[in-house]
């Protein structure tokens, strides 16, 4: 049986400490997180961290990094060959559900983040978003639903979705907001940007 090679012990590593990063700072947070707890968390030395990541700011990137990836391949995925506005909303929903705790840590400590962690977010919701604006264009000119600029009308739902999220611990202690309340805040928006197309 042939040997790892170094090169693949330390991807192998690597992908490792990043999967602990990923249940770490959703846990920990990034603001209040140092490079010493997460070694212990690791079960690594402190060298061994820096070995990977030469910086706290590399280990969160890379941690951010794969998160993006997973959570647009996610909402991809689910979104593939939806059509309807609802549909839209409850993929996206669905994805977030998976993700939620590291997910809320992201929307708590947004600002503090590093630029690059910030850009990487957008990205990903300007993914959502453009999927959104198709089939909302697409409702709008069949007369199901109002019409919106774009951009507001994701920023509502994200605004929506983001507050229940930062205060999670208000509305649903000890278990997932999108799951106690994700029905509700599909229904909310939907009547929202429905409630003029059905006035006679």
Do not use: C
């Not at 603001?31 to 969160?60: C, I, M, Q, W, Y």
């Not at 705790?101 to 630029?115: M, S």
Request: charged share 25%; aromatic share 10%.
């Amino acid at each position: 049986m042939r040997q790892a090679s170094r090169k693949e012990q330390k991807d192998a590593t690597q992908r490792r400490l990043v999967e602990v990063g990923l249940d770490f700072f959703a846990a920990r947070g990034f603001a209040n997180s140092n490079t010493a707890d997460f070694a212990k968390a690791a079960g690594v030395s402190h060298g061994a961290v820096f070995l990977h990541f030469p910086t706290r700011e590399a280990l969160v990137l890379r941690v951010l990094d794969v998160f993006g990836d997973r959570l647009s391949a996610a909402l991809k995925a689910a979104m593939q060959g939806e059509a309807s506005f609802e549909g839209v909303l409850r993929a996206h929903l669905g994805v977030l559900r998976d993700y939620e705790p590291f997910y809320a840590r992201l929307v708590q400590e947004g600002p503090l983040l590093p630029i690059r962690a910030r850009s990487l977010l957008f990205i990903i919701n300007a993914s959502v978003s453009h999927r959104l604006k198709l089939v909302a264009e697409a409702e709008a000119a069949a007369g199901a639903m109002r019409k919106f600029a774009p951009h507001l009308l994701f920023n509502t739902w994200l605004a929506l979705l983001h507050y229940y999220l930062a205060n999670r611990d208000v509305f649903a202690p000890g278990e997932s907001v999108l799951s106690a309340k994700g029905d509700e805040l599909v229904a909310h928006f939907l009547d929202l940007v429905r409630k003029e197309a059905e006035k006679p």
